[in-house]
């Protein structure tokens, strides 16, 4: 190796240090990339995740196709609405105020997308328009589909099934998680975080 090269490799290493000690809490700021990137916060298991996603997936596709099939446009129409409420507003309200923002968080990552559109909201709770929109978008999101197809028992029950399963990974898997780990008083309006903290014994 050329004398040249191994003092600009110093001078590269040397940097990356010296950015170290001036940004520690803020890493981001660090040119050295394979050093620097740490994880935001913690994971949840990858095979469950994608259980979990094939679920929701298979769900959203039994809904979209039947109601395409039963003709049901108007219904579709709320359906797509809903969706495009669900991942603006509400995700400014609730999720740019979470714990989990900015990390693939148990909800299906959706701390991160988050971060990828509105930015982090700090010193504020989450208000009763916010919980209300967020009720209202999983309440239609969930029943649309299920009006929908109610001419259609076959329909109706495989996607009521498929949606249990979603509802199942859920309550197990992210909610679980949440009341053992938050720290936020206002998620505690959240009915499954309470369930989950009497199971658990959190105060």
């Not at 603006?88 to 309200?93: D, E, F, V």
């Not at 990390?103 to 701390?111: F, P, R």
Request: net charge positive; with cysteine; aromatic share 12%.
């Amino acid at each position: 190796m050329l004398k040249g090269d191994m003092e600009s490799e110093k001078e590269v290493a040397m940097s990356c240090g010296a950015e170290h000690l001036e940004h520690d809490d803020a890493l981001s700021d660090c040119s050295c990339a394979a050093c620097c990137e740490e994880p935001r916060g913690p994971r949840p298991n990858p095979l469950i995740m994608a259980l979990r996603f094939a679920a929701f997936g298979l769900g959203a596709l039994v809904a979209l196709a039947g109601m395409i099939k039963e003709k049901k446009f108007k219904h579709l129409a709320v359906w797509l609405g809903s969706w495009a409420l669900f991942l603006t507003w509400p995700r400014y309200l609730i999720c740019s105020r979470c714990e989990g923002y900015g990390n693939m968080c148990y909800s299906y990552y959706i701390g991160k997308y988050t971060s990828m559109v509105f930015p982090k909201v700090e010193g504020k709770d989450v208000g009763q328009l916010g919980f209300g929109m967020e009720a209202f978008c999983l309440g239609s999101l969930f029943w649309t589909p299920a009006l929908a197809l109610r001419n259609n028992r076959e329909l109706l029950t495989r996607y009521m099934l498929v949606m249990q399963l979603v509802l199942i990974g859920q309550f197990f898997h992210a909610c679980r998680y949440c009341a053992a780990n938050s720290t936020q008083e206002w998620k505690n309006v959240c009915p499954n975080h309470r369930i989950w903290k009497k199971i658990l014994k959190i105060s």
